[in-house]
């Protein structure tokens, strides 16, 4: 399994984000390419409903481009919910060349189309730039009766179907995805697996604080503040290691032995056809986004990693963690043939 999967959204990223700074410090960065700016209304697409990870981080993007006066057109997120992304990616695709919409993307970009979900190729977008990775944790009510990730395990290679886990907004999704490779490494039959999805990750949270599942699969930043509540517990996380702060004492799926660390991140899309000016445009506007305090401060909240990468290293990240995919889920029985 480990030629199959190679560590995902890991190292590079960060050394990526170190580069950029270091970049910023240097020279100023202008918001506005040459030759094009939005002249009317820009639209950040999210493909599920409010409350998820996408959709905080699509508003928190908007929140900061209208606070700084990045764009001087107004700036709106349309939720277009449906098919684990694959309607909002339609809806984007529906726009050839226009800078004014964009999406906010995860891992569904290349699943949708691996599972045959979708006919639309990453390669029928313009990828703009990597934001955001964060850690996949496995988390359960404060008091539930499983105890560990351990406990976890041995019970699903007894029963598989045993325990009902929110996995995100469809089959392919990073969380989903984390989920069942974790199981899958640790010898457990996933077709037989329970998996539930909803719309967002706030609507899986609601579902487990109201007892209707058993566990979810979310990334960290979805989780946090019930931790901090008090209403959940964090039996693991898809990490390369351990987390800092309240996630310190949580093992990772490696520690376990089970190695596993898939990771969710973000990626800001355009319409296939996007000119270089147009991209020009959005490579200033988004690294004037990810070094702003606001944004900052809440990747560190969240416990996710500044990732940022723009449109060129994008697109190849993308190509690379397409074959990567491609090989697991034939593994797991979920390419199209």
């Known amino acids: 399994m480990k ?3 190679p560590r995902l959204c890991c190292t590079p990223l960060a050394c990526a984000a170190v580069a950029c700074a270091a970049t910023l410090m240097l020279s100023p960065l202008p918001v506005h390419g040459q030759g094009w700016k939005p002249e009317r209304p820009v639209e950040i697409v999210v493909g599920s409903t409010p409350g998820g990870g996408l959709d905080r981080t699509a508003r928190l993007m908007q929140r900061v481009v209208q606070e700084r006066r990045l ?3 107004q700036t709106v997120v349309l939720n277009k919910p449906g098919g684990a ?3 909002a990616l339609a809806y984007l695709a529906q726009h050839p060349g226009d800078g004014h919409h964009v999406m906010v993307s995860g891992q569904a970009l290349l699943t949708n189309h691996i599972m045959g979900r979708s006919k639309l190729h990453y390669t029928d977008f313009t990828a703009l730039a990597l934001l955001a990775v964060e850690a996949v944790s496995f988390s359960v009510r404060a008091e539930s009766p499983l105890k560990d990730a351990r406990e976890l395990i041995e019970r699903l290679r007894k029963e598989p179907g045993a325990i009902s886990v929110a996995v995100g907004t469809g089959v392919g999704s990073a969380t989903q995805t984390s989920y069942a490779h974790a199981m899958f490494t640790a010898g457990i039959d996933v077709r037989k697996m329970r998996q539930v999805t909803f719309g967002s990750g706030g609507e899986s949270m609601t579902a487990l604080l109201g007892g209707h599942i058993d566990a979810i699969s979310s990334p ?13 517990r964090v039996l693991a996380v898809g990490a390369p290691r ?13 520690e376990l032995g089970v190695k596993s660390e898939i990771a969710v991140w973000r990626a800001l899309v355009g319409p296939k056809g996007m000119s270089p000016a147009q991209i020009a ?19 560190e909240r969240s416990l996710a ?23 697991l889920y034939s593994v797991l029985g979920l390419a199209k043939q």
């Open 3 to 5: 030629r199959i999967l």
């Open 305 to 327: 990693e500044q990732s940022h990468q723009d449109s060129a290293a994008t697109l190849k990240h993308w190509q690379t963690e397409y074959a990567q995919m491609k090989a």
């Open 85 to 87: 992304g694959a309607v």
């Open 242 to 254: 351990r987390l800092p702060g309240e996630l310190a004492e949580v093992p990772t799926w490696t």
């Open 281 to 299: 445009f959005w490579d200033g506007v988004v690294a004037r986004v990810v070094n702003d305090a606001e944004w900052q401060k809440e990747l």
């Open 71 to 73: 764009i001087d057109q």
């Open 220 to 232: 960290v930043s979805s989780v946090i503040g019930q931790l901090r509540a008090g209403r959940v």
